[in-house]
C-alpha cells in the first residue's frame, strides 16, 4: 500500500500558476502509476493527468493539455502537478493518486490522498 498527502492549493488570480505535490509513504513509488484527478461538489471525480512509472510517459485531458505539467521524483516519492494560466473553471480539489493496474478511471486507482483545494479566481 501507499498513502498519498497533497499540498500547494490556495487561492490564485486568473493567469497564476500554482504547484501541487502529492508526498507518498509506503511501497516504492515506482511501483505505481500516479495520476491526478479533480472534483467539484455534486460532480464526478475528474481525471487530470498521470505519470508513468517510470516518467517517461504523460498524459492529460484537453482541458489542461499544455498548461499543466505532472512530474516525478520516485526518489523522493514525489508527485508534482505544474499548473500555470490557470482559470476560474480549473477551481476544484485536487487529489492525487496512485493505480498498480487498469486504466483511467477513478475506480482504477486503489489509492487516494485527501485532496487539495485550488480556487481560481477572476
Known amino acids: 500500500q501507499v498513502q498519498l498527502v497533497e499540498s500547494g492549493g490556495g487561492l490564485v488570480q486568473a493567469g497564476g500558476s500554482l504547484r501541487l505535490s502529492c508526498a507518498a509513504s509506503?511501497?516504492?513509488?515506482?511501483?505505481?502509476?500516479m495520476g491526478w484527478f479533480r472534483q467539484a461538489p455534486g460532480k464526478e471525480r475528474e481525471f487530470v493527468a498521470d505519470?508513468?512509472?517510470?516518467?517517461?510517459?504523460?498524459y492529460y485531458e484537453d482541458a489542461v493539455k499544455g498548461r499543466f505539467t505532472i512530474s516525478r521524483d520516485n526518489a523522493k516519492k514525489t508527485v508534482y502537478l505544474q499548473m500555470n494560466s490557470l482559470k476560474p473553471e480549473d477551481t476544484d480539489v485536487y487529489y492525487c493518486?496512485?493505480?498498480?493496474?487498469?486504466?483511467?478511471?477513478?475506480?482504477?486507482?486503489?489509492?487516494w490522498g485527501q485532496g487539495t483545494q485550488v480556487t481560481v479566481s477572476s
Open positions: 505519470i508513468s512509472r517510470g516518467g517517461f510517459n504523460t
Open positions: 509506503g511501497r516504492a513509488l515506482s511501483s505505481y502509476v
Open positions: 493518486a496512485a493505480r498498480e493496474c487498469g486504466g483511467r478511471s477513478s475506480a482504477d486507482f486503489g489509492s
